[in-house]
């Protein structure tokens, strides 16, 4: 069992900055995939990034390559979301996932999401 808990979101100007963590409880975090979502207000919840723990790909979603990276840290069981060059539609809650790939439906474990929110 893995227990997922978002922080870091917040209100920044476009083209700002933030730094998402998820802290993961439990013993099988480190083999676990790794996953960013997000849920914009009438949409529908989309993949942001995900990070392969076997071979250490990422794949990124077109609209954030180049302005978003994920990493992780497993001696601290954590999974980060940089997120630079922000733009008012990167507004969403944000979740990170373990256990899936790169679609929604393949994880298993998510967490209560954190709010992001960037004004023009």
């Known amino acids: 069992q893995v227990q997922l808990r978002e922080s870091g979101g917040g209100l920044v100007q476009a083209g700002g900055s933030l730094r998402l963590s998820c802290t993961a409880s439990?013993?099988?975090?480190?083999?676990?995939?790794m996953g960013w979502f997000r849920q914009a207000p009438g949409k529908e919840r989309e993949i942001v990034a995900v990070?392969?723990?076997?071979?250490?790909?990422?794949y990124y979603a077109d609209s954030v390559k180049g302005r978003f990276t994920i990493s992780r840290d497993n001696a601290k069981n954590t999974v980060y979301l940089q997120m630079n060059s922000l733009k008012p539609e990167d507004t969403a809650v944000y979740y990170c996932?373990?256990?899936?790939?790169?679609?929604?439906?393949?994880?298993?474990?998510w967490g209560q999401g954190t709010q992001v929110t960037v004004s023009s």
């Open positions: 996932a373990a256990g899936g790939w790169r679609t929604i439906d393949s994880y298993d474990y």
């Open positions: 439990g013993r099988t975090f480190s083999s676990k995939n």
């Open positions: 990070k392969n723990f076997n071979s250490g790909l990422t």
